[in-house]
């Protein structure tokens, strides 16, 4: 019998426009007393989600893990890690959540498997072992070393020798995390049947783990040296080329758009390269649905560093970038923006402006208070990079340490044991979730009014139109449908952008008045309805 014709691809679904809501489940809230936060732990703060007013919440890795790098070494892609609650904590969430309107992402990590789990215990077992094609494996150099000079992401060779069978295998990260071979059709399947388990288990969509780092170079070539005038982010996308982002890789998701597609599943891609059109390419009808647009969680508070990156990606993504701030990778941008109140009012300006873009905004959780990183006293390190010598990455605990829910409560709220990563010497009672709550100023209730706001803008997001303003050297204008968003970078200023309504801004700090235009304070950012749309209510 002849196959069934593929279902036709969708172009848009719940995923346009949705806001994300990232909870890096470890450290969001911990049900059992054991100090690592779980499902059962979310599951008691659907409220907070659902108040927040997101679409979705994408969690990152939860299935079983020896826990190397916190789960994105998996053992076991088919079920949930007993330690975040099994499959029981999985179903609870999932119902609490879609009675809430929210859909359910989760983190599937194709690039690599943990070195425990049964794929990889049988291939080590000798050249012929069952499983053994799984995985990237070379022979030695003539000399005897490594088979190319490849460095992995975390530091050091990307070769690790296998005494048994004489050969290397590949990783792009860890030793334990080794690198599945995309180019076996066997291993393509097995990720087919995965991604269908889960979608058919009620689940919305998946981040897919490092989505450009499939494939390695067929011809095993050595990378060049990075010349040292080059700018990090494409020195790091040259020194990583030979197994990250070669060019056969988009082609490889069509089969799981097709299978996304007959269960109405996002997949959202962390692609990270530096150039927006290179993650474009693997955004398409029949590729990943949507990408995030990394560097954007890189930039610091510079008004032409962020106009050229957005103006770039605008363009490039075409309505189908994710728009993250922080994540569990990088400095959170109240950090990153200076810290302190400065900090804090900086990332709402940013997260304000990156809400009305074509696409979607991702919030990693704690973000909504405003938080700075965590800062961990020294030897209580978690993360696998740290005292792995130079990496391309530095430690990321500071963005990981766990949510602060209530002063009043043992470790804020997160846990009654002890916490698995402190919660960071710098955290305050005015950084909690219970602190915030009742307070019209705070982080969480401007990131709330945003998001409430910007629901009811359906100009805006009918549209994937971006017009950028010219209004001098220290703001940054745009104008999508009938809202115009301005954010200013410099002191406080006033601009005509013509007759409008002012909708909701990033701080107090922000006037319209008929006849002296928009006054705008220092790092903040103000959405405005335009002209035509003014006399409407
Ligand atoms: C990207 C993830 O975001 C990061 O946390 C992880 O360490 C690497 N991929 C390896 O899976």
Redesign the pocket.
């Known amino acids: 019998m002849d196959d069934p014709p593929p279902p036709p691809t969708t172009t848009t679904g719940w995923w346009s426009g949705a806001v994300g809501y990232q909870v890096y489940v470890r450290s969001f809230a911990d049900s059992t007393g054991d100090g690592v936060g779980d499902l059962g732990g979310v599951l008691a703060h659907v409220d907070h989600i659902a108040d927040l007013g997101v679409d979705y919440v994408w969690l990152n890795p939860v299935f079983p893990s020896p826990g190397l ?1 916190h789960g ?1 070494d998996v053992s076991d892609y088919t079920t949930i890690a007993d330690e975040m609650g099994g499959m029981p904590a999985f179903e609870a969430l999932r119902d609490a959540l879609h009675d809430n309107g929210i859909r359910l992402v989760m983190d599937v ?1 194709p ?2 498997t943990s070195s425990a789990h049964p794929w990889f215990v049988s291939a080590r077992r000798g050249r012929d072992a069952p499983h053994r094609d799984f995985f990237v494996w070379r022979d030695p150099a003539p000399d005897g070393g490594p088979p190319t000079n490849w460095e992995s992401v975390f530091g050091g060779s990307a070769w690790e020798y296998d005494e048994r069978s004489g050969q290397y295998w590949m990783h792009r ?1 860890l030793p334990d ?1 080794p690198d599945l071979d995309w180019r076996n059709p066997a291993v393509r399947a097995a990720f087919d049947d995965i991604l269908s388990l889960w979608f058919e288990r009620g689940l919305d969509g998946f981040r897919v ?2 989505a450009q780092g499939l494939l390695a170079d067929p011809e095993w070539a050595d990378v060049p040296d990075v010349p040292p005038d080059m700018p990090r982010a494409q020195g790091n996308d040259l020194r990583l080329s030979g197994f990250m982002g070669r060019p056969e890789t988009p082609a490889l998701y069509r089969s799981w758009r097709r299978i996304a597609d007959r269960h109405d599943a996002l997949l959202l891609g ?1 692609v990270a390269l530096s150039s927006p059109e290179a993650v474009a390419a693997y955004l398409s009808d029949d590729l990943l649905h949507r990408a995030f647009f990394l560097p954007l969680q890189h930039t610091g508070w510079n008004r032409d560093e962020i106009a050229e990156m957005l103006v770039g990606a605008v363009a490039a993504g075409g309505g189908r970038f994710a728009w993250p701030q922080s ?3 990088d400095p959170r941008a109240a950090t990153r923006f200076g810290g302190g109140a400065t900090g804090t009012r900086r990332a709402l300006a940013f997260l304000h402006l990156v809400a009305t873009l074509p696409g979607n905004p991702v919030i990693l959780a704690g973000d909504e208070l405003g938080l700075e990183n965590g800062l961990i006293p020294a030897g209580l390190a978690q993360d696998p990079v740290s005292g792995r010598g130079e990496t391309l990455v530095a430690s990321r605990d500071g963005s990981r340490t766990p949510m602060p829910w209530d002063a009043e409560r043992p470790n804020m709220g997160f846990t009654t044991g002890t916490p698995w990563l402190p919660l960071g010497a710098n955290r305050a009672a005015a950084d909690t979730v219970a602190h915030q709550r009742d307070d019209p100023g705070s982080p969480l209730q401007r990131t709330r009014r945003l998001l409430e706001t910007r629901r009811g803008l359906t100009g805006m997001l009918a549209t994937d139109d971006v017009t950028w303003l010219d209004l001098g050297p220290d703001l940054l204008g745009l104008r999508r449908g009938d809202v115009v968003v301005v954010c200013n970078f410099g002191p406080s200023t006033t601009v005509d952008v013509g007759r409008c309504r002012l909708l909701v801004a990033s701080s107090d700090d922000a006037v319209v008045d008929d006849r002296d235009g928009v006054s705008i304070g220092r790092d903040t950012t103000v959405l405005l309805r335009a002209a035509e749309a003014v006399t409407s209510p």
């Open positions: 790098d994105y990590v690039g690599h990260f995390q783990d490092v962390e994540s569990h990778d």
